[in-house]
Structure formats: structure tokens, C-alpha cells
């Protein structure tokens, strides 16, 4: 009698490489000797539950019919994940649907790879998984739910306390980034039936599928995870009970067992593509069989088919319950399409003048027909489920998508979702004290809050100079949580070097700092791709001790000057953009203020062709040094490039002063245009009073 615990699969790092050199063992012998010493009381039901499903495995044998129709399992994913790519996109999920469905049918296409000596025996298992369109409470669902959670980088049985429906009406497959170092684990019926609220099959994100995160190779996971799922043992017989019993692959000593099929020879089991692999006396060993880890699987035997069978008409764990025509309707996948929600995704949400976007129509279910809506976009099409939209002008627009089944539709508006920034940048050098900017996103300055909690703003009480400086309040924010500010875009083309420099401030939630991170990037195609150029953490990042409570409002000896001039040569175009990325542990609070952009310029005083303006910031009147006396032309900008006034005006050499009592407070641009040459003298001036 063999009696089979917990199963798992471990994906080698040899595989990513194609070389058979450095074969892995997956851990597993230590994960079921810790399981079995934490919860002992589990021992006595599994052994029942087993002895009871193998009774009933060889009765059913006996009377097994062929189907009519395929056993149809409901299955919900639960994408567990914290904003990184294991958040993996619906297409992935259903592209891993797809791939189960084609292995369990035998409808894979590398079915004709399959050697001859085992081309007869293998099987179509009549089984298919579907997508649940209605929820335990009968609510309409897409299927797929998403919960941010730190579980997702162990990503144990514990993900399942998060969200786990009913067992015995859906399959629960949870999407993590680590599956407890693994590629997957599943529980097998006997251990599912007694310990019920850890059914189910835990997943790493890139063994989903066989597109985008996961591959063609790495796409056999979830097939293989899905056979323990339905009883099945690894090839060679792999299993474990309270004892313990293990059998690690690859171990000559797996010839006195197996895995409990008939035609599957005995094997030592496999992890490289051996296809004349004959380990225990056998003619040729089953090494394509999806029980192995050989990762060259392409079929199941009909023996394997027959104990398929037998476990999805068992009680033992409720499997035969999935498949019932009662709990297709309760589940949504009777083939009934509910028409529930429509919804939309793009690649990017902040783009250049004259690129393009391609959306997504997400909408569920039965879509189709499709009518969008894209305010300030040129599209290819309005009908397709897939669409390319281009922005030729600046600004922020809304996005509408109404979708029909033919009857009845449902809608969906996203405002404010694209921001197109202008694709020619405000002339440098700049120096922004966000004294005149009321609040974000804005004409300058874009957010990224993927979690939806706290966000970049501004604040009107803490600076830095002047009024105003940029503020992250982190009070209520959870650890591994990242936002990020983004400037627009600046043409930096006629300088040699850039730099840039800011003031920041920063406190964490702690006497003892821990690991907070502010990454400064920078990017040379208008955001499409980014390069980081300086990192702060830890005590870098701090310029106040830690705080056990309340909030951190930094005084003037409280923050500290960043200068960035490592940026090379290649980022000195007319796109020019950078960003500030925050990752959190355990601040209370970021400023940010008095960002400058320049060739080598301080903050307190800017240089650029002689011109020197002072006090920088100032209130009514800007002073300033010239080399030579002569008629200037004096134009004054705000940050959006908009002329606030002109004037002719002769310039003696040495101090002079330009009144300023007109202006609101704000960033000027100020330039003086020589008549004797054209010469143009620029610099940035900030008023504050």
C-alpha cells in the first residue's frame, strides 16, 4: 500500500539553460518530513481517507464505461501578488487553460513525438478544466481574482487562509511568485479530504501557460500539478506517509515500487530527456509521460486515464462532485456565457506626442460585438477585441468601451486613464519648487499609485524653500509598496552634460532604519524605457531619526541635497524625462523639493550663458549680473511655455534689477535676447513670498 501525501514540482535551473549538468533535487523529503511533524493530527484521516479511495479505485475499475462528453472541472485562480510580474495578465491564465486542456485530451500537438513504444497507450483523459463564471454566491465572476498579499514570495499553504472557495464546486489555483521554492504543489485526494481548506494547486506565475512569463517548457507544470490533483503519482512512484516515505527521483532504489498504473514501467524517474532511458529493466522507460520531471512530457497513459476516472467519481475529497451537471450551473460552466462586466486594459497609460497604445477588451462573457470610445485617440479600429490607438496631441483623456453579447450590453468609462505628455520638452536648465503647482498629476508632474493608497501630492506646509515641495505620506502604508512621481518631458539637446539635483527628507518607523528604497531613473525615448541612475537606502535615505509615532514634519536642518551627474551623453535629447520610484518598508514620510536641471548648476543659484538671477527664490524683483552693457530683449515664461511679458531694456554692466510684483508665485523662465548678436542669456527663477 502506498499512501501519498503532498505532492511537488520543482522546475531546476538547468532547464532554463537546456543542459543536464546540474540536475536539482526538489526539496520535497524535507518539506513532507516538516509538514508531518507539524500536524501530526492530520496522519490518522489521510491513512483513512487513502485506504477507503484505494478500495474504491479497484471496484471501479472493474465497471468503468467510456463517456459521452468530457468531465468538466470549474476552476477559479487566485493571482496572489504584490504588483510585480506575477501578476500575471488574463491571456497568460488562459493561455494556461488552453494548455491543460490540449495535454488532458490529447490534442497537444507533440503528440507525434511520442515513441513508438508508447504511441498506443496514450490516452485522451476526457478531461477539461473551465473558467467559473459565477461565484459561491452566485454572483457573476470573471473567473480570476486578485489579492495583493506579502504571501505570494513563500507562498505555502497560507495563501489559501486569504481566499479559498468552497473545494468541492471549484478547482482553487493559486498564482504565486515562489511556490515555496518550487514551480507548484498540490494536494492529492486522501490529504485534500482531511484537510479541506488546503485543496487546491499553488503555482509560480512563470509556469502558467506557455506564454509571456512561462514558456513552451515550463508549460507542463500545471498539467503535471493537475494530475496529483486527480490522484495520480509521480511516474517512479514518488510518495509519502506519515513515517515517513519518501522516494526522491532519480534514486535507484525506485525500482521496488511504482506508482500504482499498470502501464507505466518501473522507473528511477527521470529529469533530463533520456528518451532511451530503460532504468529498471524495462524495454524503454515512460520519460514523456507528464508524471515525471523530464520536462519533455507529452502524454498520459490509459492507465493513468482509468485512475483519472476512478478519483473523479470518488467521494474521497468531494472530486466527484465537481463534474455534476448540478454544480456546472452553480458554477457558470454549464456553457451558459453570462454576460457580466466590461472591462479594459492597455500596455502603458503615459505616453509621447504621435505614439500608440494597444487596448485590450477584457469584458466577460460571451462578448460579441464591441463599440470604443477613445477621446483624443486615432484608432484602428472601434469594433475589435484588440485595438491600437495613437495620441498625436498632449493631454488627458478618458476611455469608454461598451460590450454586447447581442442582446444586452454593459459599459465601462475610465477617466482621466491616458496622459500623453508633449513630445518636444520645456528648454533646460529648470529648477521646479512646485511653487505653482496646485496638485498632481499635472502638466509637469505624473503619478504611478498602483495600489491605490497613498500617493505623491502636494504639500502646502513643509518645504524645503518657498512654499510648497512634493510629499508621500506613508503613515498608512503597507511595506513592499512602491509609487513613483514622473516629470514630463525636457529638451536637453543643446547642452554637453546634464545633471540633476533635488532636496529631499525622510524618516522611517523605527529607531533602527531597515531597507526603504528611492531609485531616480532616467530615460532618453520619452519614458518607454528607463535606466537607473542613483539609489538611496537605509541610512542614506534617512535625514531624521527614526520616529515611533505621529508624523514627520522635517525642519531646515532636516534635508539633504542629491545631485545625479551620472547621466551619459545619450540622454541629452529633446525627450529627456526621469522619475522617482519610492519602495517601502517602514517610512512615515518622503519630501521632495526644489528639483533642478542643469549643466553644472547648484539649487541656489542658477548659471547659464553669464546670467545669474538672485535671490533664487526671490519675491518682488529679480537681480542680476551682466558682463557688458547693451538693449536686451527680456521675455518671462511660466513652466508651461506660456509668455508672460516682454520688454526692451538697456542693461548696464554689473547688478540690475527686473521687477516681478506682477507675477503669482510660481517657476519663471527668463530670457534675455541680445540686439546686438541675437545672443539669448536663460535662467530659472522661482517666486515665493
Known amino acids: 500500500m502506498r499512501l501519498v501525501f503532498l505532492f511537488l514540482f520543482f522546475i531546476p535551473s538547468w ?7 546540474t540536475n536539482k533535487h526538489c526539496g520535497t523529503d524535507e518539506m513532507h518530513q516538516q509538514l508531518f511533524l507539524d500536524h501530526p493530527e492530520f496522519n490518522q484521516g489521510i491513512i483513512r481517507a487513502a485506504l477507503k479511495s484505494e ?70 483523459n476526457e478531461v477539461e478544466l473551465r473558467l467559473a463564471q459565477l461565484d ?63 485543496d487546491g494547486i499553488v503555482i509560480a506565475y512563470n509556469s502558467v501557460g506557455s506564454i509571456e512569463a512561462s514558456n513552451y517548457v515550463r508549460s507542463v507544470v500545471l498539467s503535471h500539478e493537475l494530475g496529483h490533483y486527480l490522484s495520480l503519482e509521480h511516474i517512479w512512484g514518488g510518495n509519502n506517509v506519515p513515517g515517513y516515505y519518501y522516494l526522491p527521483v532519480a534514486d535507484p532504489g525506485n525500482c521496488a515500487f511504482d506508482d500504482g498504473v499498470t502501464d507505466t514501467p518501473n522507473t528511477i524517474g527521470w529529469q533530463t530527456c533520456n528518451l532511451n532511458g530503460a532504468s529498471c529493466g524495462s524495454t524503454v522507460d515512460n520519460v514523456q509521460n507528464f508524471m515525471d520531471y523530464a520536462y519533455c512530457a507529452r502524454m498520459f497513459t490509459e492507465g493513468q486515464k482509468a485512475r483519472i476516472h476512478a478519483c473523479l467519481n470518488d467521494t474521497i475529497a468531494n472530486r466527484n462532485n465537481l463534474w455534476q451537471s448540478s454544480n456546472l450551473i452553480a458554477t457558470g460552466t454549464d456553457g451558459t ?57 498632449a493631454g488627458t483623456y478618458d476611455v469608454s468601451l461598451i460590450a454586447g453579447n447581442g442582446s444586452s450590453t454593459v459599459n465601462e468609462t475610465k477617466t482621466n486613464f491616458i496622459t500623453v505628455v508633449p513630445s518636444n520638452g520645456i528648454i533646460t536648465p529648470l529648477m521646479d519648487g512646485f511653487e505653482s503647482t496646485i496638485s498632481l498629476p499635472s502638466s ?21 524653500s518657498g512654499n510648497y515641495s512634493v510629499m508621500l505620506n506613508l503613515a498608512n502604508v503597507e511595506k513592499d509598496y512602491f509609487d513613483e512621481l514622473f516629470s514630463r518631458t525636457f529638451d536637453v539637446s543643446a547642452l554637453s552634460v546634464v545633471q540633476v539635483s533635488f532636496r529631499y527628507a525622510f524618516t522611517n518607523r523605527d529607531t533602527v532604519p531597515i531597507s526603504n528604497l528611492l531609485k531616480f531613473s532616467v530615460s532618453n525615448d520619452c519614458g518607454n524605457t528607463w535606466i537607473v541612475r542613483k539609489q538611496y537606502s537605509t541610512s542614506v535615505l534617512n535625514t531624521a531619526p527614526g520616529i515611533s509615532s505621529g508624523s514627520f514634519i522635517p525642519d531646515g536642518t532636516q534635508w539633504k541635497t542629491a545631485v545625479v551627474n551620472n547621466i551619459s551623453a545619450s540622454y541629452l535629447v529633446n525627450d529627456f524625462r526621469f522619475k522617482f520610484t519610492y519602495e517601502n518598508v517602514d517610512g512615515v514620510a518622503l519630501y521632495i523639493d526644489d528639483i533642478n536641471i542643469s549643466p553644472t548648476a547648484s539649487i541656489e543659484e542658477i548659471t547659464f550663458n553669464n546670467l545669474k538671477l538672485f535671490p533664487n527664490p526671490g519675491e518682488d524683483e529679480i537681480s542680476l549680473k551682466m558682463e557688458s552693457n547693451g538693449w536686451f530683449e527680456i521675455k518671462i515664461f511660466d513652466m508651461s511655455g506660456r509668455e508672460i ?40 527663477w522661482v517666486k515665493s513670498k
Open 15 to 21: 532547464v532554463m539553460a537546456q543542459s543536464d549538468s
Open 55 to 124: 478500495e474504491f479505485r479497484n471496484q471501479y475499475s472493474i465497471s468503468r464505461e467510456e463517456r459521452a462528453t468530457p468531465y468538466i472541472i470549474p476552476v477559479v485562480f487566485h493571482v496572489i501578488h504584490n504588483y510585480g510580474p506575477e501578476n500575471i495578465s488574463d491571456a497568460q491564465i488562459m493561455d494556461g487553460i488552453n494548455v491543460v486542456n490540449k495535454n488532458y485530451r490529447k490534442k497537444n500537438a507533440d503528440t507525434i513525438d511520442i515513441i513508438p513504444a508508447f504511441q498506443s497507450i496514450a490516452a485522451d
Open 136 to 198: 459561491p454566491n452566485g454572483n457573476c465572476t470573471s473567473g480570476i481574482n486578485r489579492i495583493v498579499s506579502n504571501l505570494t514570495y513563500t507562498g505555502g499553504h497560507d495563501v489559501k487562509n486569504l481566499i479559498h472557495w468552497d473545494p468541492s464546486k471549484y478547482l482553487n489555483i493559486y498564482v504565486v511568485d515562489n511556490a515555496a521554492g518550487l514551480a507548484g504543489h498540490a494536494l492529492v485526494p486522501p490529504a485534500a479530504d482531511t484537510i479541506p481548506q488546503w
Open 337 to 393: 456565457n453570462y454576460l457580466c462586466a466590461a472591462d479594459f486594459s492597455v500596455d502603458n497609460r503615459i505616453i509621447c506626442e504621435g505614439e500608440s497604445l494597444v487596448f485590450t477588451d477584457n469584458s466577460y462573457h460571451g462578448i460579441t460585438q464591441r463599440n470604443w470610445t477613445f477621446t483624443g485617440g486615432n484608432a484602428s479600429s472601434t469594433t475589435d477585441s484588440v485595438v491600437t490607438v495613437t495620441y498625436n496631441t
Open 444 to 464: 509637469n508632474w505624473y503619478v504611478n499609485n498602483p495600489h491605490n493608497d497613498a500617493q505623491f501630492e502636494i504639500s502646502n506646509t513643509v518645504s524645503s
Open 645 to 684: 511679458s516682454s520688454e526692451k531694456k538697456w542693461m548696464n554692466e554689473g547688478n540690475q534689477s527686473i521687477s516681478t510684483s506682477n507675477l503669482a508665485n510660481g517657476t519663471y523662465l527668463i530670457n534675455l535676447i541680445s540686439f546686438e548678436n541675437q545672443s539669448i542669456y536663460r535662467g530659472i
